[in-house]
T-cell receptor
């Protein structure tokens, strides 16, 4: 199994809603990532978890709250988002956390904030 | 300051010909480079990588060339196939940085 599975594929939420994005991998990878991608732009790193511990937070606003319940799961909790947060949210994993690791990406969650 | 640049937003080639996608970087600490391919409605998938100790890496139809002095790398696809039509992202990382920096991507269209 070389897949990273993300749910939901699409999400529309209001600025007062609370929602969660979910990501799952069963490749035994020990590093998991959240990226944000706007149209016609490159993926931008948000968070990195290594061995279920938060290793990188790229100064992401607190309305985004990551969680890594176990080595296979990664969540992104969303609360009080702004319309400019509308984007494609990509989850990725790699065997280990390191600079020379290739990333395995999920298909993403297309988020619209109204 | 964009540290990884793909200056061609799009490229169109005929099936069977060579596709050359270019990438420039500014950070001299980058020592590992990767190419990812992205189809619509899918996440990027890893294609090929190269370490700064090499100047060429080949995998089937795909070859990546690295010119450290020019801070430039290129991806060659020979022969190009219609199924290669996708967005190609160049990414670069520095040892111990723990993250890759992506370029803006180049949309490749291979015409039958």
């Amino acid at each position: 199994d070389t897949e990273v599975t993300q749910t939901p594929k699409h999400l529309v939420m209001g600025m007062t809603n609370k929602k969660s994005l979910k990501c799952e991998q069963h490749m035994g990878h020990r590093a998991m990532y959240w990226y944000k991608q706007k149209a016609k732009k490159p993926p931008e790193l948000m968070f990195v978890y290594s061995y279920e511990k938060l290793s990188i937070n790229e100064s992401v606003p607190s309305r985004f709250s990551p969680e890594c319940p176990n080595s296979s799961l990664l969540n992104l909790h969303l609360h009080a988002l702004q319309p400019e947060d509308s984007a494609l949210y990509l989850c990725a994993s790699s065997q280990e956390w390191g600079s020379n690791e290739k990333l395995f990406f999920g298909s993403g969650t297309q988020l619209s904030v109204l | 300051d964009q540290q990884v640049k793909q200056n061609s937003p799009s490229l169109s080639v005929q099936e069977g010909r060579i596709s050359i996608l270019n990438c420039d970087y500014t950070n001299s600490m980058f020592d590992y480079f990767l190419w990812y391919k992205k189809y619509p409605a899918e996440g990027p998938t890893f294609l090929i990588s190269i370490s700064s100790i090499k100047d060429k890496n080949e995998d089937g139809r795909f070859t990546v060339f690295l010119n450290k002095s020019a801070k430039h790398l290129s991806l060659h696809i020979v022969p190009s196939q219609p199924g290669d039509s996708a967005v190609y992202f160049c990414a670069a990382s520095a040892t111990n940085a723990g993250k890759s920096t992506f370029g803006d991507g180049t949309t490749l269209t291979v015409k039958p």
